[in-house]
């Protein structure tokens, strides 16, 4: 029994070895169901047929952990575009750089990088209450891209202050800004690994 | 019944399953196989997967109990939240399944 428990709790955490959290819970159901078919006694190999595909039952874990990973992601996104809004209204106010008569290229693409964003992230936030979890991938990317051009015309409007006395400010919300945005690429890179699986 | 047909209803016979009590994941596959009388073909692993998504969800919660005598376990019962649904599926399925006995059952009358 225990090199079946190892060969096929060794595969199944294999399949599931981008999410360790989850191929723990997976290897100790599993533990669980074959010590009570062991204490059944109940043959090994049979155990395992009952069990069923490890590829099968590692779709299944995937497709379970699936719609909290993606809810998780759409805070991720949530807070960049907090973060995003009020960097982008500081630096606004900070340096001047509020001229609605006469808008720039770069103020334009800002806004409405913004604005497209937070309706993408609206639209992935109502998938997710109307049980559709697993369309928020979608507007989540659109999200992400959104906002990432939206921070960088923000950041290249701020970059002429950078040598003046709120230069290491700019520099730290900008810095602040990229790294969540790379976090949420980062998670929906992940969502990409469940979903390929699932 | 094949395994196909089961998995779209599987949660909602784990949640009835819960709704006796609480129970650890090899019980719930037990009482699975003895109430509907081995008729459900499915991979007994595959419950595990619908426990936790059913978890993730708020219908049930777990948590790990040892027995006096024998291993630690998880155990599994139904929230709030999962009752609630219970109630909601069992109204959608009895409506669900009148509607498409209506057409299965050749010697039903046909609704006026």
């Known amino acids: 029994m225990g090199r079946l428990k190892g060969d096929y709790a060794g595969a199944l955490e294999r399949e599931l070895g981008f999410?360790?959290?989850?191929?723990?819970?997976?290897?100790e159901d599993l533990a669980e169901y074959l010590d009570e078919m062991a204490d059944a006694g109940l043959d090994p190999a049979e155990a395992e047929r009952r069990f069923g595909d490890v590829r099968d039952i590692a779709r299944s874990y995937a497709s379970a952990a699936l719609p909290k990973r993606l809810r998780q992601t759409l805070g991720v996104a949530g807070w960049l575009a907090l973060a995003t809004f009020l960097f982008m209204r500081w630096r606004?106010?900070?340096?001047?750089?509020?001229?609605?008569?006469?808008?720039?290229?770069?103020?334009?693409?800002?806004?409405?990088?913004?604005?497209?964003?937070?309706?993408?992230?609206?639209?992935?936030?109502?998938?997710?209450?109307?049980?559709?979890?697993?369309?928020?991938?979608?507007?989540?990317?659109?999200?992400?891209?959104?906002?990432?051009?939206?921070?960088?015309?923000?950041l290249l409007r701020a970059l002429p202050a950078l040598g003046g006395p709120d230069g290491a400010l700019i520099l730290a919300t900008g810095l602040i800004q990229f790294a969540l945005l790379l976090v949420l690429i980062g998670r929906l890179r992940l969502i990409d690994r469940y979903r390929r699986l699932a | 019944m094949n395994a196909e047909m089961l998995k779209g209803h599987l949660d909602n016979v784990i949640l009835a399953t819960l709704e006796r009590g609480p129970a650890h994941g090899y019980a719930v596959i037990e009482d699975i196989r003895r109430r509907s009388g081995g008729s459900f073909d499915l991979p007994?692993?595959?419950?595990?997967?619908?426990?936790?998504?059913?978890?993730?969800?708020?219908?049930?919660?777990?948590?790990?109990?040892?027995?006096?005598?024998?291993?630690?376990k998880r155990v599994y019962a139904l929230t709030p939240g999962?009752?609630?649904a219970l109630k909601d599926r069992r109204e959608g399925w009895a409506e669900f399944s009148r509607a498409v006995g209506a057409f299965l059952e050749p010697d039903k009358p046909w609704a006026a």
């Open chain 2, 44 to 72: 007994e692993g595959t419950v595990y997967p619908a426990l936790h998504r059913l978890e993730l969800a708020g219908l049930i919660a777990s948590d790990w109990v040892t027995p006096e005598a024998g291993r630690r």
């Open chain 1, 92 to 154: 606004s106010m900070q340096l001047g750089l509020e001229s609605f008569a006469h808008p720039t290229l770069l103020s334009v693409i800002d806004g409405a990088g913004f604005l497209i964003g937070a309706a993408a992230l609206i639209v992935a936030w109502r998938r997710g209450r109307s049980q559709a979890a697993s369309d928020m991938r979608a507007p989540l990317v659109f999200a992400a891209a959104a906002i990432g051009v939206s921070t960088t015309a923000s």
């Open chain 1, 19 to 27: 999410d360790r959290q989850l191929a723990a819970r997976a290897r």
């Open chain 2, 82 to 84: 999962g009752k609630t």
